[in-house]
């Protein structure tokens, strides 16, 4: 069992971690206490990835990268892999070993936290060295208290805007409303539109992506920009971009989200987009399109049985940026049941 008695921390083995670093709590703000595992193609890890290069945390918590691919069976046992898992030479680029443990499989790292977990292998975790022990495997929690875990307590890297805050006291109000829907209809979308077993669930559901699309569309032409709500970076940018940037890349072919695609239907997100990948340290440096297209593509073979890696898009992000996005024509995608479907959800057509 894990070594943390704190059941509102990781309350059983079906559980996850729910820790939080604060000087007042279990995991106090030091350097070097932390290590945080991700995988590149992960969106739900690039929330945390992308925060740790905003906020300049790249000195404070190393990270260890698990290999695109394979994955595992059907159950997704035995899970991510390592560098170095069969042998020496046995490398991904982009990859990294376990820099904790040498371990061969993410698994490993979760049974040393407990032993008898039965719960998902996924990324990211951020593992608490000095402790033992996970802190946190919840992508979204640690999007909302990472960014000022050690703002009043170490150096950060230089150039890193200590200030930055994802999480604003005017703006919170709206950023809990929009990422509500975000993460039902938008970033957990098109993992129900791609997973979908049969035809009725597919059609249920690809709607639902280009819904949110339209909102998140008409949002950001609204605001004026350059992000989602005006001047203030926020982590509803971090919420979009993570899903957005691999859109194009890999949802429209990958998970049948082909009612549009962001370069051709939705001009003000795509310069949002573009935006954030050329000109916000942080975004690009985070982004890895191999990793993220081998990883879809090689590791559902009920999805995509050959594991035929497409090469398209070209480019897989287009460079120019017009950050004019008040002049610009907000795209919508007009397909009927996206239409009403927005209108069910949002009150907006």
């Not at 905003?54 to 991510?80: M, Q, R």
């Not at 899903?243 to 051709?264: E, M, S």
Request: a negative charge.
């Amino acid at each position: 069992m894990s070594p943390q008695s704190d059941p509102a921390i990781h309350a059983d083995p079906n559980d996850s971690w729910h820790g939080v670093i604060t000087k007042k709590g279990q995991f106090p703000p030091e350097k070097d206490q932390y290590h945080l595992y991700i995988g590149l193609f992960c969106p739900f890890a690039h929330r945390a990835n992308l925060v740790r290069h905003l906020k300049g945390l790249e000195s404070i918590i190393d990270i260890s990268i698990v290999k695109a691919y394979p994955k595992g069976d059907e159950n997704g046992w035995p899970g991510w892999r390592f560098n170095g898992e069969n042998k020496s030479d046995d490398v991904y680029p982009g990859a990294t070993e376990d820099k904790l443990f040498g371990s061969k499989f993410l698994h490993e790292v979760y049974f040393k936290a407990d032993s008898d977990y039965k719960g998902r292998y996924s990324v990211p975790v951020l593992w608490d060295k000095k402790q033992n022990t996970i802190v946190s495997n919840e992508s979204a929690e640690l999007l909302r208290w990472l960014p000022t875990a050690f703002d009043d307590d170490l150096q950060c890297e230089e150039g890193a805007d200590r200030a930055l805050d994802l999480y604003p006291d005017p703006l919170k109000e709206k950023i809990d409303e929009i990422s509500t829907w975000m993460q039902r209809d938008l970033n957990s979308g098109v993992y129900k539109a791609g997973f979908a077993k049969d035809q009725n669930t597919y059609n249920d559901n690809v709607p639902v992506v280009f819904a949110a699309l339209n909102q998140l569309e008409s949002i950001i032409h609204g605001s004026g920009g350059p992000y989602i709500l005006g001047q203030r970076l926020t982590e509803l940018d971090i919420r979009a971009y993570a899903t957005v940037i691999r859109f194009d890349t890999i949802y429209v072919q990958h998970f049948k989200c082909n009612l549009g695609t962001i370069r051709g239907n939705y001009p003000v997100i795509h310069e949002w987009l573009k935006n954030l990948y050329w000109n916000v340290k942080g975004f690009k440096e985070t982004t890895d399109f191999v990793h993220i297209k081998e990883n879809y593509s090689k590791s559902h073979g009920d999805i995509n049985p050959l594991a035929i890696t497409p090469l398209g898009p070209f480019p897989d992000i287009e460079d120019g940026v017009n950050l004019n996005f008040i002049a610009m024509e907000p795209g919508v995608v007009k397909h009927p049941h996206v239409l009403k479907k927005q209108k069910e959800l949002y009150g907006t057509a």
